[in-house]
């Protein structure tokens, strides 16, 4: 799956083309938010996954970005929504504490992201998933509904990534386009280091300069960047993704159109994936809502707090009237 988001593992790698390598394990940061998430394990296809979690409530399923990132960065939503629902926040496989003996397209894929969600709904032993996914999140989110319609409930698709991989045919135009000249003759010269030699240290420099160009206002730059390490992205979880055989052909759009899930797409309107990737989205999922956030890019939660919660908070409320009026 080649998705370059959330912060950025992906855009590493369609800017450098790197081979992928198994991740080191190792343990996540500790969490960013007064709601301290607590760890958990469930097995999955003979794999030991983490997932976390926060507040009490109707269960909501938070999954990350990247592909290629942990869920810490998802932790300060539960700040927000823990007081009312019970946030279940994954690890996904490859990634942060979920980590597997060898990364690779047969080990970490979106198949098996799907197949491990199904899982985690089955330990958890609900009839039904309500997901929040952000960037990649989202369209795994879109997936896994397509796949276990039975057991999708609202989904929430956070500046989303599309149906299918051909917005990355221009998405790093974007990002480049974003950038100042020097900042540009930077990641260039990044580039042609990396091409030489594969070095940590140089690809997580090149990371936080490219996203610059995720957020409206480069002020929120310097937050999002603690969130850039080691332990909470791998470059090879992307690559292995990447590589899958259904990268190129990904088409989640048929599947998608026969899903009557309750579902609101929120997006930044400044966001370097523009807006004709939500929108194609939208079209695709009946009776959805889609809400743009003006002066934001791809991280509204955190670049315009009051505008995202203010869509959000209704849409799961009405939303689980609805449910509870159906059942």
């Known amino acids: 799956m080649k998705s370059c988001f959330l912060l950025l593992p992906g855009l590493l790698s369609a800017a450098l083309m790197l081979a992928g390598s198994p991740a080191p394990a190792q343990t996540p940061p500790a969490p960013m938010s007064a709601a301290a998430p607590v760890p958990h394990t469930y097995v ?3 794999q030991t996954l983490t997932y976390y979690e926060a507040g009490h409530g109707e269960p909501l399923v938070l999954l990350p970005g990247g592909p290629g990132f942990a869920g810490n960065y998802l932790f300060g939503l539960a700040d927000s929504l823990a007081g009312r629902y019970r946030l279940i926040i994954v690890d996904p496989r490859g990634c942060g504490r979920s980590q597997v003996p060898v990364v690779s397209s047969q080990t970490v894929n979106l198949d098996l992201d799907v197949a491990d969600l199904e899982s985690l709904r089955q330990h958890l032993k609900l009839d039904q998933l309500s997901l929040l996914g952000h960037s990649y999140g989202a369209q795994w989110a879109v997936a896994y509904a397509a796949r276990y319609p ?56 090149l990371v936080k300069l490219m996203g610059l160009a995720y957020v409206y206002d480069r002020r929120m730059a310097a937050g999002l960047s603690s969130f850039i390490t080691p332990a909470t992205h791998s470059e090879a979880v992307f690559q292995a993704h990447m590589q ?77 009237v609805a449910a509870s009026v159906r059942r």
């Open 244 to 320: 899958s055989p259904g990268y190129a052909t990904l088409d989640l759009a048929p599947d998608a159109r026969r899903l009557h899930t309750p579902t609101l797409l929120i997006h930044g309107r400044q966001d370097p994936l523009g807006e004709a990737v939500p929108l194609h989205v939208q079209s695709c999922l009946a009776g959805s809502q889609l809400v743009f956030i003006n002066r934001c890019g791809h991280f509204p939660w955190l670049e315009q707090p009051r505008e995202f919660y203010a869509a959000l908070r209704p849409f799961l409320a009405q939303s689980a």
């Open 44 to 46: 999955s296809n003979g």
């Open 150 to 205: 039975a057991h999708a409930g609202r989904l929430v698709l956070v500046d989303p990534t599309d149906t299918d991989n051909r917005f990355q045919r221009y998405f790093i135009a974007n990002i480049l386009a974003r950038l100042t000249p020097d900042e540009r003759a930077r990641v260039a010269r990044y580039n042609q280091a990396l091409k030489v030699k594969a070095d940590p240290d140089s690809s997580l420099a």
